[in-house]
């Protein structure tokens, strides 16, 4: 069973940084794109940063110059650096990827369980 767990989450004043990771275990044959979703209380689920196996980033308007994802595909694990916290980037993060489980069969969501992330004084 594939599993993503999520790590790194906690409070930070503004101004300060916090770096996150998800590994992905279990069985499975191939990865491919990654990312990073947040989702703050009574706001829609957003994405926050993506990546694609071969390493091209897409970001958020709102964490761009920031935030930096990157992923280790020896490890099945994404990253995303957090720079310059601001209260609004208060939210759970939850990681996403986009999984083959055995060759020729179809691609799958899956998430993590989530990892809150408090931005405050």
């Known amino acids: 069973q594939v599993q993503l767990v999520e790590s790194g989450g906690g409070l930070v004043q503004p101004g300060g940084s916090l770096t996150l990771s998800c590994a992905a275990s279990?069985?499975?044959?191939?990865?491919?794109?990654m990312g990073w979703y947040r989702q703050a209380p009574g706001k829609q689920r957003e994405l926050v940063a993506g990546?694609?196996?071969?390493?091209?980033?897409n970001y958020a308007d709102s964490v761009k110059g920031r935030f930096t994802i990157s992923r280790d595909n020896a490890k099945n694990t994404v990253y995303l650096q957090m720079n310059s916290l601001k209260p609004e980037d208060t939210a759970v993060y939850l990681c996403?990827?986009?999984?083959?489980?055995?060759?020729?069969?179809?691609?799958?969501?899956?998430w993590g369980q989530g990892t809150q992330v408090t931005v405050s004084s």
């Open positions: 279990g069985s499975m044959f191939s990865i491919y794109d």
């Open positions: 990546i694609t196996r071969g390493g091209t980033t």
């Open positions: 996403n990827a986009i999984l083959q489980l055995v060759p020729s069969s179809p691609r799958y969501d899956y």
